[in-house]
């Protein structure tokens, strides 16, 4: 596994592929856990090449979020990365992804209203945003993002048709522990120390979830269960 940190780095190493050659991404803020390796280990079951990028995105934090203090240990995520068969690993410095004068973004109109967008103002534009740089930088056949955050994977679907982009997004179901949590208002307000900021249905790209949503500290913390439709 080879670690690139500029985008000069990246488009060479990916220029020198042989046309043909599948590529894979999985983009994640780091803190790689179950859930990103069953996305790493989707993307490399039907990919050529895996790319995963580590970029901490501080334009999908709004203010007072935790990005000063969101969690980075690149060395155990490279560690993870490599033996779940990444091929290359993209972790560009803020300055990189932004430099100065940035002015461009991208944003979802419709499907970004509500939940996640409410809570957190501007966060599914950041997201937006990243993943149209991150698709324009390494030009993947396929990249992959986990169910669990089903307003952002519905964002970046609607992303690739609306701008026509050569990707097919794959959306990985939810690894759960055995005691995987079955979130209903009734239940999530009897427990005082986890008020549930949102509990409710959500249609998104024709899947209708059950989302719940609680805040513990600054963290909010997510969850949906899949109620009619299919993955992509
Ligand atoms: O889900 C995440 O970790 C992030 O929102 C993503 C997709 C990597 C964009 O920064």
Redesign the pocket.
């Known amino acids: 596994m080879k670690t690139l940190r500029t985008r000069s780095d990246l488009r060479a190493a990916l220029g020198s592929m042989g046309a043909g050659v599948e590529v894979g991404l999985v ?3 780091g803190a790689l856990h179950a859930g990103h390796l069953a996305l790493l280990e989707a993307a490399r079951a039907e990919c050529d090449l895996v790319v995963a ?1 580590i ?1 901490v ?1 501080p334009t ?1 934090f709004g203010p007072g979020e935790d990005f000063e203090t969101y969690p980075r240990d690149e060395k155990s995520d490279a560690r993870t990365a490599k033996a779940a068969g990444v091929d290359y690993l993209f972790v560009p410095p803020v300055k990189e992804m932004y430099p100065d004068g940035f002015q461009t973004w991208v944003e979802v109109e419709r499907l970004s209203q509500g939940l996640e967008d409410d809570a957190r103002p501007g966060h599914l534009r ?2 937006a945003t ?2 149209l740089k991150l698709f324009n930088l390494v030009r993947p056949r396929r990249a992959y ?2 169910q669990k ?1 089903a307003q ?1 994977s519905a964002v ?1 679907e609607q992303l690739v048709r609306d701008l026509d982009l050569d990707v097919q997004i794959r959306v990985v179901p939810t690894v759960r522990d055995e005691d995987g949590l079955a979130a209903d208002r009734v239940a999530l307000s009897t427990e005082p120390r986890l008020p549930p900021e949102d509990v409710g249905l959500a249609r998104f790209n024709g899947r209708l979830h059950l989302v719940a949503a609680a805040r513990v500290g600054r963290t909010r913390l997510i969850d949906n269960v899949l109620l009619e439709g299919e993955l992509a």
């Open positions: 983009p994640t803020m990028s970029f995105n999908q950041g997201v990243v993943c993002f986990g955050d952002q970046v």
